[in-house]
């Protein structure tokens, strides 16, 4: 490779770079969204609705908090993409900290907090996906 293609292939892989990471990012909130879904349906949905001792239950289960978790809205900033995940249920934050210090309590085996769980999953396989996508840029030619 002559200096000249060197230059070349090195001013293609500064111009995708950006575009390629914006792709990956868009597709890791994509797979956030996934994820926070099925942890909204395996944490709280799965779960038998708590009863009175006479056996009818406390609460009519409506998957409202489910339908109301939305895609993800991407903004840019100053060159930089952002991904923001929104539950528009009004109860989805106090339901989300419940039993947390300081706030409501309800059944312990209820507790869901679903976007720290999603974060937990995802912290290994991000960095990953972000290396992996960075490798491919970088030796394009």
Not at 41 to 57: A, C, L, N, Q
Not at 110 to 123: F, G, K, N, P, S
Request: net charge positive; with cysteine; glycine share 4%.
């Amino acid at each position: 490779m002559n200096p000249q293609e060197y230059a070349r292939a090195w001013n293609k892989r500064v111009r995708d770079y950006k575009p390629g990471m914006d792709r990956e990012f868009r597709a890791i909130g994509e797979l956030a969204h996934t994820v926070a879904n099925q942890l909204i349906t395996r944490e709280i949905y799965s779960k038998p609705e708590d009863t009175w001792p006479s056996g009818k239950p406390k609460w009519r289960r409506t998957n409202f908090l489910a339908v109301s978790e939305q895609p993800p809205v991407f903004t840019e900033e100053g060159g930089n993409l952002t991904c923001t995940l929104v539950n528009t249920a009004v109860y989805a934050e106090p339901r989300h900290e419940a039993n947390r210090p300081g706030r409501r309590r309800i059944n312990p085996a209820r507790t869901a907090h679903w976007r720290d769980d999603m974060l937990d999953i995802l912290a290994a396989e991000i960095p990953e996906r972000l290396r992996r996508t960075q490798t491919a840029i970088l030796r394009e030619r």
